[in-house]
């Protein structure tokens, strides 16, 4: 039978903790979340590899670095509601679930929706709620979130999603054109009409798809 947790330890230790990621309970998520439920079978095997992967519909899930790092710079506590804006296979949410008080998970697409949240029932997390929307409106009656994450390239930060924002919380999000490489930045409400931006690295994510 397959070790999924020692791939799993050593995800964690070679492509995230040595990479300069060093928060406990991300760490500790990232070695509880099996992310190979979260492939179909025949990927199940390239779960921990330091790449993204194909899942269905046509999209993609994150590499695993990528992924941490996001968590990481949103700054999520043990009381923290989180908007995940590109919830696809349901994977990063999943995380952040081991992390935060409640995950609102947003995915524009049924079929990656049925299955994202199919997979927190299986795995009992049930402090995730998946609805399929358009990402771009955030999800205003669950409002304001202590964080914010968008797995999907735009060229500019939807106004919606920053108004969503408390004051004082980050939003972290690609930004370019999808077909060229992506600055990921991180976005901090710094007042009712003032936010901080700082730029982390460079990515490539999907286009954000919606109003």
């Not at 791939?7 to 992310?35: K, N, T, Y």
């Not at 949103?74 to 995940?84: C, K, M, N, Q, T």
């Not at 924002?165 to 930004?175: M, Q, T």
């Amino acid at each position: 039978m397959r070790d999924f947790q020692g791939e799993r330890d050593r995800m964690v230790d070679r492509q995230i903790a040595s990479r300069g990621i060093h928060d406990p309970q991300l760490l500790a998520a990232l070695r509880e979340v099996p992310r190979e439920r979260f492939l179909a079978d025949d990927l199940a095997a390239y779960a921990y590899s330091d790449s993204a992967l194909p899942i269905e519909a046509g999209q993609t899930i994150s590499q695993p670095y990528i992924v941490a790092l996001m968590i990481a710079e949103a700054g999520l506590g043990p009381r923290s509601r989180v908007l995940e804006v590109g919830a696809g296979s349901g994977y990063a949410a999943a995380v952040m679930s081991r992390i935060a008080e409640h995950v609102f998970a947003l995915e524009r697409l049924p079929v990656l929706a049925a299955l994202a949240e199919a997979r927190m029932a299986e795995l009992g997390y049930t402090n995730v709620t998946v609805r399929t929307g358009d990402g771009t409106l955030g999800w205003p009656e669950e409002a304001p979130f202590d964080a914010i994450l968008v797995a999907a390239s735009g060229r500019a930060i939807p106004e919606p999603l920053k108004q969503q924002l408390r004051i004082g919380a980050r939003l972290v999000i690609p930004l370019g054109h999808h077909d060229e490489i992506q600055t990921l930045v991180r976005v901090t409400r710094t007042g009712a009409d003032s936010y901080s931006v700082g730029e982390l690295c460079a990515v490539r994510f999907v286009p954000l798809v919606g109003a």
